[in-house]
Nanobody
Framework: VQLQASGGGLVQAGGSLRLSCAAS????????VAWFRQAPGKEREFVAR????????YYADSVKGRFTISRDNAKNTVYLKMNSLKPEDTAAYYC?????????????????WGQGTQFTVSS
């Protein structure tokens, strides 16, 4: 699976943004897809994940209630809708995938990564 993240930019605090992760490859529809983020000087951290049929989602506590992950397998795309954005959400956001049901927030659980998309939340 090859992944391409997009949708970054500049947004004001309290605003909304939607990131997209477009995938190519036959295994996408059978893959768990996750979003991670990495701020300058910090480790990459888990944000959210969704299993292959969208039946299970999981969020980091820091984004729960504000972010929503969804997928459209017909379009080979996973989305991350982000509301009530805060300056601390500023980071490069990466989508990652692994075939099967992956119930993990570890970067090591995902073996396919996109190039990342950056966005900044201004206060």
């Amino acid at each position: 699976v090859q992944l391409q993240a997009s949708g970054g930019g500049l947004v004001q605090a309290g605003g909304s943004l939607r990131l997209s992760c477009a995938a190519s490859g036959r295994t996408f529809s059978r893959s768990t897809v996750a979003w991670f983020r990495q701020a300058p000087g910090k480790e990459r951290e888990f944000v959210a994940r969704i299993v292959w049929n969208g039946g299970s989602t999981y969020y980091a506590d820091s984004v729960k209630g504000r972010f929503t992950i969804s997928r459209d397998n017909a379009k080979n795309t996973v989305y991350l809708k982000m509301n009530s954005l805060k300056p601390e959400d500023t980071a490069a956001y990466y989508c990652a995938a692994a075939v099967g049901l992956i119930y993990s927030a570890s970067v090591n659980a995902y073996d396919n990564w996109g190039q990342g998309t950056q966005f900044t939340v201004s206060s």
